[in-house]
Structures are given as C-alpha cells and as structure tokens.
C-alpha cells in the first residue's frame, strides 16, 4: 500500500476495523459455503466456473482480510467525498492483486470487493447508525463520486453493461443497492419468521435476488436468454414455496440444471447476498457468531 496512503490510514478510537472486517468475510464465507446455489460454486462443485472451486472462494475470502480492515480504517469517521473515494479505491485494488494470488490468477470476488467494501465503508463512517438503509445510503454516497485513478473500464461488467444498457454493480451501488436493502435482506427476514432453517432462509434472499437483478455476469457469459432462465426459474421456485420446501427445492435444482447447460452463473446475485449477510449481521448483533474461514 503507498505510504501516503497508509499515512491516513487510522482506525477512530471508537471502532474496531477488524472487527468490521471479521463480519466482512464471514458474509464471503457463509455465501460461498450455502448449498445449493443455482450455478454458482458451493459445497458440491464449481457450478458453470470452471476456474474456481470452494477451496479457492475460501482462500479468497481469507484473503481480502486486510483489505476490509484497510478500508474500514480509512472510512472510520469521515464524510463521503472524492478524496476518500479515490483512497478505497486504491486500497480495493490492493485486494484485487491479493485475491488474485490467492486463488492462481482466478476473479473469485472482484464485486463484493467493490459492493461490500463500500458497504464495510458506510457501517465504518457512523458506527452509531448501524440500520442497512443508511449502510448503504452513506455506501451510495461515497460510490457516486468519481474514481479518477481508474484503470480502463472495459471489464467483462462493463462491457455487459454497454452491451445491454443495464446499471451493473456500479449503478446497483450509486442507487444504494436497492436489491441487497429493499429484496434480499426482507426475503432472508421473511423466511426466517415463517420458520424456514437459516440455509434456507439464505437461499431465499438468493432466489429473490436473482428474480429481480439485472445480473452482468449472466449477461456476459449468457446474454438475455440467460437473465430471463435465471429470473423466471428463480421466481418459480420462490412461488413454489422456497428452498425449504419439496417443490420449491425441485425448482431451485431444476434452475442450477439450466444455468450449467448455459454455462452461466449469477455472479451478481452472490455478491449481493454476501452484502445482505454482512448488513444482518450487523443489524442483528448476537444474532449468529461469524463463520469461522
């Protein structure tokens, strides 16, 4: 990290940076590890990623540590604006090299390095307001200013977004992430209270997340057709009671079916439940330990 960095780099007296960033991978850990999850890598395989396995996602996860805490660091206290934009943004892409040579050159979390660092980033600027609105609000805040020191932006995100006219991971951010705040996090809530175990109860946000997002990483490997499998299937099996039910579970296989025979996965919509599991776990203190990485 560059010294002039690293120089304004210190936690407040009143917040604990590492453990922002321990709930932080906990979120990374606890999606990667839910099975099933339509197309995406967990406990059975690597879904329609041939360059990734759950080992990977794990070190990956384990990784990005330091960056969340980097992150928190810097944001404790302060008020969006482009200096400390153009400063998460360096220090996310500290984490993109560290993710990167933890799992041998393979994109395991370069969104929720982008999302849920924002995310860690508003919960640090006013650990007083610890409700996921205004998380993602001060997240939002912080996400609309420019990044001047940005690489070329033809990322495969981006060109998916130019392609299709969609607002991808970064309008998902600017709007204050509206599918992580107003979808996941109240369908997570919602099949908890009809008594639904907490696996479910996750891979219901997914499924919600996934009938709604206009996801880029479906997109880029499958196009439209790919987007409206995935929102029509997820739908379906939401309908058809959730997860935890018979019918709805034969409809969430039958999606992860789907989407391996496209080869497409809904990279998106993970990142996104990582972020409704870090928001609960900070708005439901005690609720759940952190996951052990």
Known sequence: MPAALAARIAP????????????????????????????LVDRRGSGAHADLDLDAM??????????????????????????????????????????????????????????????????????????????????????????????????????????????????????????????????????????????GARLDALLAIMGSLEDTCLLHRGGRAALEATRLGARRALAEGGASSPRGRRELLRLDAALLALNASPGGSADCLAAVLFLDRLSTPGRMRPARP
């Open 12 to 39: 407040a007296p009143a917040l604990d940076a590492g453990w922002l960033a321990d709930r932080a991978v906990a979120a990374l850990v606890d999606e990667a590890l839910l099975t099933p999850k339509p197309g």
């Open 58 to 199: 794990l070190r990956s996860a384990r990784a990005l540590h330091p960056t969340f805490a980097a992150i928190a660091a810097r944001a404790a206290g302060e008020r969006p604006g482009p200096a400390l934009r153009a400063d998460l943004a360096a220090v996310g892409r500290e984490g993109e090299r560290a993710m990167l040579a933890a799992t041998g050159g393979s994109n395991a979390h370069r969104g929720a390095i982008w999302g849920l660092g924002l995310l860690v980033a508003g919960a640090a600027m006013d650990p007083s307001r610890p409700d996921p609105a205004a998380i993602a609000a001060r997240a939002a805040a912080v996400a609309r200013h420019p990044d001047r020191l940005a690489p070329d932006p033809r990322s495969n995100g981006a060109r998916a977004c130019a392609r299709y006219g969609v607002a991808g991971a970064r309008g998902e951010a600017a709007s204050g992430f509206p599918h992580v705040v107003a979808v996941g996090l109240p369908a997570l809530r919602r099949a908890r209270g009809r008594g639904a175990p907490e696996d």
